[in-house]
């Protein structure tokens, strides 16, 4: 077995004054933390097992145990903090990618929390915000550069192609795939609820969510992935992808093991084959 530079994160605290050696702990630890050593007649732990589900910490009856993040480090300095070298150490030993389903591990802030919309820049903006309703419809496509008459001289004032936003937010895409079937209603649900719209991202669109088309952008990108007829006018838009946005991992790959009969089908690639 190779050295592992890795530290448990977690530290089995046991006050030994408190402890009855009633081994609770060791029976009702899944992972198999805590035993008996018949020797010292005392509780040990296996530290590098815990996950910290605090499990034997509310069932042991004297409350004798607590768990605390370990403090061990390494050497670090201002580009290679402990957590970007333990990351390393990680991948190294396990030869994977280190994914985290569902947000991010790290601790970056809730934009929700810090959104602000400025009354400035929406079509109508209330003198008192507080006493008239602010509009906050917004629309994005192409515009006059210039006024243009019919030929009784009215001015012409319609525009062609352009997508109305009640609220000037819409969802990044996210393709189907990269995230679950769920996921994706949840956000075509939002989108029409809202006014708004969502993006199927490179993975096509299920059939399912056909009905929320006018709150749709569909995207076109260099994968092609379930790019067919009937998807291109499926949605109120097309976007073309450039290029790559912001995604954990290995950008846009798509492990076999998440191509499943719906998103093969979606997609329009074979069976549990790397997208
Ligand atoms: S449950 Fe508490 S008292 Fe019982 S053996 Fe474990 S630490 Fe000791
Ligand atoms: S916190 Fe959970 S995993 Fe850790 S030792 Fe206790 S029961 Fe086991």
């Excluded at 609770?24 to 097992?49: F, P, T």
């Excluded at 145990?65 to 370990?70: G, H, Q």
């Excluded at 076109?220 to 499926?234: D, K, T």
């Amino acid at each position: 077995m190779g050295i592992n530079y890795l530290y448990p994160p977690f530290e089995i605290i046991r006050n030994q004054d408190r402890c009855i050696a009633c081994r609770v702990c060791e029976r009702q630890c899944a992972n198999l933390v805590h035993h008996y050593d018949e020797e010292s007649g005392r509780m040990k732990a296996d530290e590098s097992l815990c996950v910290n589900c605090h499990r034997c910490v509310s069932l042991c009856p004297t409350r004798a145990l607590k768990i605390v993040k370990t403090d061990h480090t390494f050497k670090e300095n201002a580009n290679w903090k402990t957590e970007v070298i333990e990351d390393i150490y990680r991948q190294a030993q396990s030869g994977g990618v280190l994914l985290a389903s569902m947000g991010t591990p790290k601790d970056y802030p809730v934009y929700w929390d810090k959104m602000l919309i400025n009354a400035s820049q929406v079509t109508n903006p209330s003198i008192d915000p507080l006493r008239e309703p602010m509009e906050t419809r917004t629309y994005l496509g192409k515009k006059s550069s210039k006024i243009s008459r019919d030929a009784d001289g009215r001015i012409i004032t319609s525009t062609s192609g352009q997508l109305k936003l009640d609220i000037p937010i819409m969802f990044s895409a996210m393709s189907y795939g990269s995230i679950s079937y769920n996921a994706h209603k949840s956000l075509a649900m939002a989108a029409s609820e809202l006014g708004t719209f969502y993006n199927t991202g490179e993975g096509g669109l299920h059939k399912d969510f056909y009905q929320y088309g006018k709150n749709t952008i569909v995207q076109v990108a260099s994968g092609r992935f379930g790019v067919h007829p009937e998807y291109l006018n499926a949605g109120a838009a097309i976007e073309i992808k450039m290029g790559q946005g912001a995604k954990p991992g290995i950008g846009g790959h798509l492990p076999g093991s998440k191509i499943g009969e719906d998103i093969s089908a979606t997609r329009m690639i074979p069976l549990h084959a790397d997208a």
